[in-house]
Structure formats: C-alpha cells, structure tokens
Nanobody, 116 residues
Framework: QVQLVESGGGLVQPGGSLRLSCAAS????????MGWYRQAPGKERELVAT???????NYADSVKGRFTISRDIAKNTMYLQMNNLKPEDTAVYYC??????????WGQGTQVTVSS
C-alpha cells in the first residue's frame, strides 16, 4: 500500500513559521490528490490544503494566505509551509493521499504546537 511518513512538527511561537514534510512511497503524481489535514483535541479532523496530480491547490479559509502546499516530484515529497502561525493552528497534522481508485491513505501524524 501507499506509505506516508510525516516530519517537521514541533513547538513554535505565534507568528513563527514551520515546514512539514510528507515522504511518500512511489511517485507522488501517481496519486489523484494529496493533502494535509489537522485535528485538535476534541475536534473533528479538518482539511487544511490539497494538491492534485496536476498541481492545482486549494486551501481552507482559515489558512489561506498563510500556508502553502507544494511538492518535489523528484523527492516523492509533499510539503506544507506554515507562516504566521497562530495558537489556533495547534493540532496534529496528517498527510493524506487519494489514489485514482479513490482509496485513501494516511500518515501517522505530526504534532504542531503554537505557543509562547
């Protein structure tokens, strides 16, 4: 199956920046779409950003203008650049991949904590 390994989470001050990475098995363009989700304690998992196999991107309103999803096809890696972080961004962030058969795969999650 598709294996996704996340890294880059940690503790950052409000207004700071962090970049998350998601290393995938095989070519990331073999996925119909990939994305980042997050889940805070007591809340439902929510969509943060997506990127299609063709490179089209979309963002949740709460992160638009602050976060950027990107990919390095040669490295089979997807990234989430997070700027101007806010305490409400604190959550476990998950990498997701959807195959063309619509099966979805998830990474293990990485904790992002925004606090002074």
């Amino acid at each position: 199956q598709v294996q996704l390994v996340e890294s880059g989470g940690g503790l950052v001050q409000p207004g700071g920046s962090l970049r998350l990475s998601c290393a995938a098995s095989g070519s990331i363009v073999s996925n119909r779409a990939m994305g980042w989700y997050r889940q805070a304690p007591g809340k439902e998992r929510e969509l943060v950003a997506t990127i299609t196999s063709g490179g089209s991107t979309n963002y949740a309103d709460s992160v638009k203008g602050r976060f950027t999803i990107s990919r390095d096809i040669a490295k089979n890696t997807m990234y989430l650049q997070m700027n101007n972080l806010k305490p409400e961004d604190t959550a476990v962030y998950y990498c997701n991949a959807q195959r063309y058969d619509l099966r979805a795969y998830w990474g293990q999650g990485t904790q992002v904590t925004v606090s002074s």
